[in-house]
């Protein structure tokens, strides 16, 4: 079982439209939360971090949400854009001796005008 | 900004041959990564290297080798490639410190073995 599970698989939206991306995690000991953006033929791109501490962050129309109580965050797309069509890929980061990053499958989105 | 440079975007190899994936980094990184990337799986550590000259395994490392000889450039050798390795190749860097730093991936290389 994958210790980062991401949810939807894929998801698509109208232009205009918000959407939520799911991302559920058994990794520990948790160091950080990243979402990134993988654009079709691109390598990824950090979105967002967060820390044990944090429970919100905010990039743009972006917004993650951590609950490290119950090892879930999510990322938010207001008004979402054509360009915002990517994979979502949700990383975190194992506190051990190698700060481990383990990634989630990704969810695919497809933002139609 | 930061730039990681894969040699390749696509290549074709045949079952058997000897392939190498260049990743050229220009921000003086300490850490280099390997992965690979498959649909429904994500993306899975091949290599790591944290220094010069020095490589760690990651979670797949069989049918891979590695090599660091200078601070800027890893490369990915697969010794005899075979259809299951056809997949997307990502390069990523990070600078060495805590948790906190930021992997900065390649454009990838999505190589086909036929």
């Not at chain 1, 990243?34 to 743009?60: A, C, H």
């Not at chain 2, 290297?49 to 891979?64: A, F, L, N, Q, T």
């Not at chain 2, 190749?89 to 990838?108: H, K, M, N, V």
Request: net charge positive; charged share 20%; proline share 3%.
């Amino acid at each position: 079982k994958n210790q980062v599970e991401q949810s939807p698989q894929s998801l698509i939206i109208l232009e205009g439209k918000n959407c939520t991306l799911q991302c559920n995690y058994t990794v520990s000991p948790f160091s950080n939360l990243r979402w990134y953006k993988q654009d079709t033929g691109r390598g990824p791109v950090s979105l967002t971090i967060m820390t044990f501490s944090e429970n919100t962050k905010s990039n743009g129309r972006y917004t993650a949400t951590l609950d490290a109580d119950t090892k879930q965050s999510s990322l938010h797309i207001t008004a979402s854009q054509l360009s915002d069509s990517a994979s979502y890929i949700c990383v975190v980061t194992k506190m051990d001796s190698s700060y481990k990053l383990i990634f989630g499958s990704g969810t695919r989105l497809l933002v139609r005008p | 900004d930061v730039k990681v440079t894969q040699s390749s975007r696509y290549l074709v190899k045949r079952t058997g041959e000897k392939v190498f994936l260049e990743c050229v980094q220009d921000m003086d990184h300490e850490n280099m990564f390997w992965y690979r990337q498959d649909p429904g799986l994500g993306l899975r550590l091949i290599y790591f290297s944290y220094d010069v000259k020095m490589k760690e395994k990651g979670d797949i490392p069989e049918g891979y080798s590695v090599s660091r000889e200078k601070k800027e450039r890893f490369s990915l050798i697969l010794e005899s490639a075979s259809t299951n390795q056809t997949s997307m190749y990502l390069c990523a860097s990070s600078p060495a410190g805590t948790s906190d730093t930021e992997a900065f991936f390649g454009q990838g290389t999505r190589l086909t073995v036929v």
